[in-house]
């Protein structure tokens, strides 16, 4: 920190001379004034990033714990063979360097023994928790490709549960806080996501991947670097959004620390109550959130047991008395009219959403952990909502039957107790119909689209990445996974027995493998499920034919005509209400021939036997 105390600080008498990488940070000093807030500017040289290596050459005199928490080794170098494979002007791929400048940068700045303290440093002790461990810092931003800047003092904080174990990970998150206890603003302004304009935020988690990383160890039948693709979770919130709810929005930097490069991170929206409130609105006093453990994280737990509560008398209750339950769960009378009397519990459509994509994707680290349901207590909405969180662990070779999971107090438990429901089985099939039919946001080329989009923002990147952190665990023993996957085509991990100094090579093999075979198979293969399960029906839902082709949903022209195409009885509505009452009487028009639509209309269809 630059003050007259600091021996470190020099006063300023003449325009400093910089020549390698720099973090300057200055403040201003009168007599009887408060000192003025911190100004930090980061001087990036890229040269300096080639030949990375502090422990050997420190920079500017600066020293480097040699061991971290736990004896383990401190890793701080970029590896030399990638700076050799990639090199300038590479004629058949991107040199490294311009995977250094493919995507916008942060610079954090901490005060040297704040961060790198032996003993009291943040990251060298990344198990460490509690406020003893927050730190007042410095972020800055900006875009190589299209000049944004920003520069704002933060306080920070390490990130994560088992991820701060250095045995597990060496490269760790972090989290920052803007407020005005670090000399910062209380909210961040600026559009720091792609894919959204949202402008507000109060805390930002800056992930580092843990089991989706070349720098993750190998658990057996669960991860290992040689798989590691990156964008595994951020997909995993893409899709969400995709379904029409809401998650923590992302996008990807890289990350430089006191002026050390430190790899590809993602900035992400954490979900806690302000970021609820300001993005559902009211006072984030008013929302409760449970996640993970089945833990408080804000407000009160009181809604979220008396939903479970609910569900465990519905998992119980006859046929006709568990309709009756899954209709107060909503907050509705039996018929399905809405109960002015009876508060929502659960937002049964989004968590129908959040359910379908997390089988989907087969992800292991879920539902006893890794989530997070929220509710307005004093504006319910229509209930809780669900949101996905830290999903690394999926799309990937063991296509994960996760249909059955009922873990008590979970997500899990929830989705077990409803199925005792007509109700919701009918609702549930309803969902996987418009996600994972006729153009949905699961559908196989949709789903592709997601990914390789996230891949393309990346692929540049790796290098950097992998010049960082790719020797992470090179020469450690690698199991092959131990079962066979569903298709039975004896999916292994790819590669050797040993790992190989993880390359944008091996990257790219991963990232291929999720786009052209798990997205190929997963969703046959969630419907072969869900049907055993009764969770889809067997009777087919109407297709919708205008002028003799597939069509569901676009631009309907003057004189085209609509099919409905079923077995059975086709019954539509055209004002988007449902064809069917609750309790299954038919209530829409019965389909005798082609439509011709004079407006814009929802038209719904069902087709019973």
């Known amino acids: 920190v630059p003050a007259p105390a600091n021996p470190a600080a020099v006063l300023y008498a003449a325009p400093p001379l910089i020549s390698t990488t720099t973090t300057l940070r200055a403040a201003a000093y009168r007599d009887d004034y408060e000192p003025s807030s911190i100004a930090t500017y980061s001087y990036l040289f890229l040269d300096d990033v080639l030949d990375q290596d502090p422990l050997n050459d420190p920079l500017h005199g600066e020293t480097y714990p040699a061991l971290w928490q736990g004896g383990f080794a401190g890793d701080y170098e970029v590896d030399s063979r990638i700076v050799a494979q990639w090199p300038d002007a590479n004629p058949s791929d991107y040199s490294l360097r311009d995977g250094l400048l493919a995507i916008p940068t942060i610079s954090l700045v901490l005060d040297h023994d704040d961060l790198w303290n032996a003993s009291t440093g943040i990251y060298p002790n990344a198990t460490s928790q509690g406020d003893f461990w927050r730190r007042a810092g410095s972020i800055e931003y900006f875009d190589p490709n299209l000049g944004e800047t920003l520069q704002v003092n933060v306080g920070v904080q390490m990130q994560g549960s088992a991820s701060r174990d250095n045995n597990r990970l060496l490269k760790h998150s972090f989290r920052l806080i803007f407020s005005s206890e670090f000399d910062g603003p209380g909210r961040l302004e600026f559009p720091l996501f792609d894919n959204s304009d949202f402008a507000d935020i109060n805390t930002v988690s800056l992930k580092a991947s843990f089991t989706d990383s070349f720098a993750t160890r190998t658990v057996v039948d669960r991860y290992s670097p040689i798989d ?63 996640r993970d453990f089945n833990e408080l994280f804000r407000g009160e737990r009181t809604a979220y047991d008396a939903m479970l509560d609910l569900s465990r008398d519905l998992a119980s209750a006859g046929a006709s008395q568990a309709d009756v339950l899954f209709q107060q769960l909503q907050g509705k009378s039996p018929d399905g009219s809405v109960d002015p009397l009876t508060e929502p519990l659960l937002d049964v459509d989004n968590f129908i959403d959040y359910v379908v994509l997390h089988l989907y994707a087969g992800v292991e680290d879920w539902p006893s952990h890794n989530w997070y349901a929220a509710r307005n207590r004093v504006d319910p909405g229509s209930g809780f909502q669900f949101f996905t969180w830290d999903q690394e662990i999926g799309l990937d070779q063991l296509y994960r039957d996760r249909t059955e999971v009922d ?21 549930f099939a309803d969902r996987v119909q418009k996600l994972l039919f006729n153009d949905g946001p699961l559908t196989e080329q949709a789903n592709r689209d997601r990914w390789d989009a996230r891949a393309a923002q990346i692929e540049a990147a790796i290098i950097g990445e992998s010049a960082r952190w790719g020797d992470a665990r090179e020469g450690q023993f690698i199991t092959p996974y131990s079962t066979l996957g569903p298709l039975g085509d004896g999916a292994v991990s790819p590669g050797a027995q040993v790992v190989p100094l993880m390359t944008v090579d091996h990257w790219r093999d991963s990232v291929a493998y999720v786009r052209d075979s798990f997205f190929a198979n997963a969703g046959d293969l969630l419907i072969d499920r869900l049907l055993n399960d009764g969770l889809f029906g ?57 439509l011709t639509l004079q407006t814009t209309t929802v038209v719904h269809a069902r087709s019973l036997l």
């Not at 002026?259 to 992400?268: K, N």
């Not at 569901?552 to 409905?564: I, K, M, P, R």
């Open 228 to 290: 590691s693709t990156y964008p595994r979770d951020v997909w995993m919130r893409d899709s969400q959004i995709a379904t029409g709810n809401l998650a923590g929005d992302s996008t990807y930097v890289h990350l430089y620390i006191n002026g050390l490069y430190w790899g590809l991170y993602w900035p992400s929206e954490r979900v806690d109550d302000a970021y609820l409130a300001s993005h559902l609105g009211g006072d984030p006093a008013d929302w409760d959130v449970v």
């Open 407 to 427: 873990n008590a107090d979970t997500p899990g438990e929830l989705l077990a107790n409803l199925q005792n429901s007509g109700e919701f089985r009918l609702r």
């Open 538 to 594: 067997t009777v087919a839902a109407p297709n919708f034919v205008v002028n003799g082709l597939p069509q569901h949903g676009g631009v309907f022209a003057a004189g085209d005509n609509l099919e409905l195409q079923a077995t059975g009885t086709v019954y539509f509505t055209l004002d988007g209400s449902d064809p069917r009452s609750v309790g299954g009487t038919p209530v829409g028009i019965v389909a005798t021939g082609p």
